[in-house]
């Protein structure tokens, strides 16, 4: 879990799954600022791809794309915001946010932090503690060896998760600038790419081990993630 939180068992409900696509249209939007042409535009390409695996309309999806990149009126413009900090026993946290409205944001990521006892830190306090890097998340049906399977696409690193949704699941990890090269290189020797996006890695990861403690951790992070703002949760949790 020290990379990027995602909440294992979420809801089915039609609220839940309106969250979702909130924070797909509003990543698809920002994206496109930098052109509505997915094929120029590699960011706006794989926010596409994650909207599709999500089953968002296609009508959904171009509203999105014309709205970011101002081919509508009504525009709406996003700013990234990046809160940092820690939780409940000093699990550091980074909050990646997409916002129309940074006081409402920066109000709500207050309350949660001090309704479960975390605290915020200064820019910096906790990044520094963390690696900025690209991930591809992949499946591979056949017999292939995961870590020549990296070296060949150009990663950096990879982890094998055995217990993820669906079956295991590897996660490769890129410089940054390598992100869409390696997420291309897999797809053309067979990789199913779930995901392809930039993340914060723990580097020092905390343990916790007693049931209650984790309980409180999970409570926190499933309250950020239930507002329509954050986009992105990174946690330093083993």
């Not at 969250?19 to 496109?32: P, V």
């Not at 409402?104 to 200064?122: C, E, P, Y």
């Not at 991930?135 to 094998?160: K, N």
């Not at 890695?201 to 007693?210: A, E, H, Q, W």
């Amino acid at each position: 879990m020290g990379a990027q939180w995602k909440q294992k068992h979420r809801e089915s409900s039609a609220a839940a799954k309106g969250r979702i696509f909130t924070k797909l249209a509003k990543e698809i939007a920002i994206a496109a600022k930098d052109g509505a042409d997915p094929t120029m535009n590699a960011r706006l390409r794989m926010a596409i791809e994650a909207a599709k695996k999500a089953s968002m309309s296609r009508d959904t999806l171009e509203r999105a794309i014309k709205k970011g990149a101002g081919l509508r009126d009504g525009t709406v413009r996003y700013d990234t915001v990046t809160y940092e900090g820690y939780g409940p026993h000093m699990v550091p946290v980074v909050v990646e946010c997409l916002t129309d409205n940074r006081n409402r944001t920066a109000s709500n990521i207050r309350v949660i932090f001090d309704k479960h006892g975390g605290q915020l830190a200064a820019s910096g306090g906790v990044t520094w503690d963390f690696d900025r890097l690209g991930c591809v998340e992949a499946t591979h049906e056949g017999e292939v060896d995961p870590e020549t399977e990296a070296i060949e696409a150009g990663a950096q690193d990879l982890e094998v998760d055995d217990e993820a949704d669906g079956g295991a699941s590897t996660s490769f990890y890129t410089e940054p600038t390598d992100l869409d090269t390696v997420r291309q290189a897999l797809e053309e020797r067979g990789w199913s790419v779930s995901s392809a996006a930039l993340i914060y890695k723990s580097k020092n990861p905390v343990s916790l081990d007693d049931a209650d403690a984790r309980a409180a951790i999970e409570g926190f992070f499933e309250a950020l993630d239930d507002d329509d703002d954050v986009q992105n949760l990174f946690v330093g949790l083993a």
